[in-house]
Every structure is written in structure tokens, then in C-alpha cells.
Antibody, heavy 123, light 106 residues
Framework: EVQLVESGGGLVQPGGSLRLSCAAS????????MHWVRQAPGKGLVWVSR????????SYADSVKGRFTISRDNAKNTLYLQMNSLRAEDTAVYYC????????????????WGQGTLVTVSS | SYELTQPPSVSVSPGQTARITCSGD??????AYWYQQKPGQAPVLVIY???ERPSGIPERFSGSSSGTTVTLTISGVQAEDEADYYC?????????FGGGTKLTVL
């Protein structure tokens, strides 16, 4: 059974840092591209970041570029999101999600999601 | 980047048909996907590649595409279908979500 379990969320002051983790199990983690998606309280889903299967390629939403870093440890089956210079508007539930893509196109969707971890940025 | 536009809310009575639209200029060129999200839960994929239904998703869920608009149709809506629904698309430039539609079952 595929499982994604996020951890590391909590209350942090503006300007602070936090590192989120996503422990994966039930599939060959090193074969999949992975993402972080966030959802502010009462708001919609927003894509945050993406990393390829071996960690050599990453991309970010403009809102977090230069502040957040996505990484992975395939030996530990774990995805990370290092969040620095946090702002109030980063307050959200952060989900990790597994990408399912197609050989014939660059389109993809998210076939498995974790349950999310809440990050609250407040003084 | 591009935008995906959904109506904020749709209301239907039990047993009726609900239609939720998602519009975007890139949709003729890219597949659309639909997720259902209930309060306090992670999103669940209900439609992929515009109109394909994953295993385990009830047959009352279907998807269609026409030009710049994709539509999620829920036939014979049940109380348990009350949720937020999001469309999503993706290409080499990134991942994009619609703003979400709250489906209310009256």
C-alpha cells in the first residue's frame, strides 16, 4: 500500500525556518517525481515545488523561489522541503504528492497524497 | 503559466446531475484532472486525462472536454458527494489548479 506521511509542521515566527519531511512507503520511491502542494486555511490548492526522481532537477512556484528548497534522500525514501524566511502568507497545510506522468506527453497528475502537515507562521 | 477558472459553488438536490466546469486557454492542448476534497482530508483523484475514471471511483463521476472547457459531471448526486472539487493541468512549465468549486447537496 502506497503511503506518504508528512511531518515537521508547526508554529514558527515570521522570518523563521522549518523543514518538512515526507516519508514514503509501499512503492519504489526513487522512480517517481515528487511534489509539494499547499493549501491555506479555507483556500484552494496551490502547487509549491517539484523534484525529479534522482533529485537533480527542481522547480518552484514564484511565490517561494529563493526561500524554499526541495530535496530528497532516496536511500531513506524521504522527501524534504526546507522553508526559510517564512511569511504569514506561507501559513498552510503542506501536502506531499506523487506524480504520475505519461510517456507520450509532459502532462501529469497526482495519484497519491499524504495527509498534510500544518505550518503556521505567526508572531 | 496559465489560469484555470472554476465556479466557486454549485448546488444540486440529491439524485440530480451536477456539472462543474473548468476553463483555461491551455486545456485544448493539455489533459485536465479532477480531484475531490472533503473537509480535513487530502484530495482524491476522480478523473484523469479529461474523461478517464480511476479504479474505485463510482461510475456516476464522468468527465468531458470541449475546446477551452472541461466538465466534471456527477450523475445521480449523493449526499456523500458534497465536497470541494479542483481541476488541475500540467505541462513542462508547471502545475496549475483551478480555484475550486464547492458542491453543495441540498
Amino acid at each position: 500500500e502506497v503511503q506518504l506521511v508528512e511531518s515537521g509542521g508547526g508554529l514558527v515566527q515570521p522570518g523563521g525556518s522549518l523543514r518538512l519531511s515526507c516519508a514514503a512507503s509501499g512503492f519504489t520511491f526513487s522512480s517517481y517525481w515528487m511534489h509539494w502542494v499547499r493549501q491555506a486555511p479555507g483556500k484552494g490548492l496551490v502547487w509549491v515545488s517539484r523534484i525529479n526522481s534522482d533529485g537533480s532537477s527542481t522547480s518552484y512556484a514564484d511565490s517561494v523561489k529563493g526561500r524554499f528548497t526541495i530535496s530528497r534522500d532516496n536511500a531513506k525514501n524521504t522527501l524534504y522541503l526546507q522553508m526559510n524566511s517564512l511569511r504569514a502568507e506561507d501559513t498552510a497545510v503542506y501536502y506531499c504528492a506523487r506524480e504520475y506522468g505519461f510517456l507520450e506527453s509532459d502532462s501529469y497528475y497526482f495519484d497519491y497524497w499524504g495527509q498534510g502537515t500544518l505550518v503556521t507562521v505567526s508572531s | 503559466s496559465y489560469e484555470l477558472t472554476q465556479p466557486p459553488s454549485v448546488s444540486v438536490s440529491p439524485g440530480q446531475t451536477a456539472r462543474i466546469t473548468c476553463s483555461g486557454d491551455a486545456l485544448p492542448k493539455q489533459y485536465a484532472y479532477w480531484y475531490q476534497q472533503k473537509p480535513g482530508q487530502a484530495p482524491v483523484l476522480v478523473i484523469y486525462k479529461d474523461s478517464e475514471r480511476p479504479s474505485g471511483i463510482p461510475e456516476r463521476f464522468s468527465g468531458s472536454s470541449s475546446g477551452t472547457t472541461v466538465t466534471l459531471t456527477i450523475s445521480g448526486v449523493q449526499a456523500e458527494d458534497e465536497a470541494d472539487y479542483y481541476c488541475q493541468s500540467a505541462d513542462s512549465s508547471g502545475t496549475f489548479f483551478g480555484g475550486g468549486t464547492k458542491l453543495t447537496v441540498l
